[in-house]
């Protein structure tokens, strides 16, 4: 079982930068793929990006590509999110996603029935 914490959300203006930080504890981490989705208000839990862990693959939805970033330390059991050049429309709770070991070594799963474990999210919030 592992149990994932996000934190590093909040408030700010449109074009700047935050990092989400989601640690993990139980479970074997460093064999976990692990991911971000993000959900607005009234719209449903979508894809931001993630890392698998056999290989370091990432992927990242079209809107966030060349904006975010993930990356993970093993020795810490910890997944970030930096995002650059926020946008208005990138306000919502922010989740960090666990695969169970083992699987998913080397694609990135971008669909929220993939995962395994769940945070309990954190709120972005951009102003324009």
């Given at each position: 079982?592992?149990?994932l914490?996000?934190?590093?959300?909040?408030?700010?203006?449109?074009?700047?930068?935050?990092?989400?930080s989601?640690?993990?504890?139980?479970?074997?981490?460093?064999?976990?793929?692990?991911?971000w989705?993000?959900?607005?208000?009234?719209?449903?839990?979508?894809?931001?990006?993630?890392?698998?862990?056999?290989?370091?693959?990432?992927?990242?939805?079209?809107?966030?590509?060349g904006?975010?970033?993930i990356?993970?330390?093993?020795?810490?059991?910890?997944?970030?999110?930096q995002?650059?050049?926020?946008?208005?429309?990138?306000?919502?709770?922010?989740y960090?996603?666990?695969?169970?070991?083992?699987?998913?070594?080397?694609?990135?799963?971008?669909?929220?029935?993939?995962y395994?474990?769940?945070?309990?999210?954190t709120?972005?919030?951009?102003s324009?």
């Amino acid at each position: 079982q592992v149990q994932l914490v996000e934190s590093g959300g909040g408030l700010v203006q449109a074009g700047g930068s935050l990092r989400l930080s989601c640690a993990a504890s139980g479970g074997t981490f460093s064999r976990c793929s692990m991911g971000w989705f993000r959900q607005a208000p009234g719209k449903e839990r979508e894809f931001v990006g993630g890392i698998s862990w056999g290989d370091l693959n990432t992927s990242y939805q079209d809107s966030v590509k060349g904006r975010f970033t993930i990356s993970r330390d093993n020795a810490k059991r910890t997944v970030y999110l930096q995002m650059n050049m926020l946008k208005p429309e990138d306000t919502a709770v922010y989740y960090c996603a666990a695969t169970r070991a083992g699987s998913w070594s080397t694609v990135v799963a971008d669909t929220p029935r993939t995962y395994d474990y769940w945070g309990q999210g954190t709120q972005v919030t951009v102003s324009s």
